[in-house]
């Protein structure tokens, strides 16, 4: 009976986990299109990689609620498959099929490496702290310490303060900010802050 009650507890923890994990990642990409559609900031490619990152983060999370009625072995492989799928097609970069791919077959395999939710609680975890390596990257380059990536750069950089973006922005470019953060910034803090205290959550006995 007490195992049965330590597995049923561990289970809803891991539960509220992924409802916090994909909460967050859902707040963030919400929040990008509302600067994006709202605000008229354009998004330069790595903006798009992290938002990526976020998406299949907040479906696998799903997978590892009680919404979730579908077989929950193929959720991590399916999920992964068609974000990449979709984000390569809409985008059109076609020449990260090789690197996205090695991607998706290595976080698929570790997400069996635990099997049941909590598997699917430590991949979304991993893909929420993705986005915010990826941001922490860009914000190095836009501060001058690292360097970026050539489809990142553009002819015509956007200049903050113009009225009119153009359709293609610098990785480098400086949209907005606030406390002389970007939001490259802020999406690091708030997607790594986010994995550690889910990890640590997820940990906890």
């Known amino acids: 009976m007490s195992h049965t009650s330590n597995f049923s507890k561990s289970r809803m923890r891991d539960e509220h986990v992924a409802l916090l994990t994909g909460t967050l990642a859902l707040a963030l990409v919400v929040g990008a299109l509302a600067f994006q559609y709202l605000g008229h900031l354009a998004p330069c490619e790595m903006c798009h990689w992290q938002r990526w990152a976020h998406i299949a983060a907040i479906i696998i999370a799903l ?3 009680p919404v979730w009625k579908w077989d929950r072995r193929i959720a991590a492989p399916a999920a992964l498959v068609t974000v990449a799928a979709a984000a390569l097609a809409i985008t059109g970069q076609w020449q990260f099929v090789f690197p996205v791919g090695i991607i998706v077959i290595v976080l698929s395999l570790l997400s069996l490496l635990i099997p049941g939710v909590r598997g699917l609680v430590v991949l979304a975890i991993m893909l929420v702290a993705l986005s915010g390596l990826i941001g922490l990257y860009q914000t190095g380059m836009q501060i001058g310490l ?39 910034a802020y999406n690091a803090l708030i ?10 959550l997820l940990i906890r006995r």
Request: charged share 0%; hydrophobic share 45%; proline share 12%.
């Open 63 to 65: 997978a590892a609620t």
């Open 146 to 184: 690292l360097p970026g990536p050539s489809a990142c750069s553009v002819t015509h950089p956007y200049i903050i303060g113009s009225n009119a973006p153009p359709p293609e922005v610098s990785c480098t470019a400086v949209t907005w900010s606030l406390f002389g953060l970007s939001m490259a």
């Open 191 to 200: 997607s790594l802050g986010t994995a550690a205290l889910a990890t640590i």
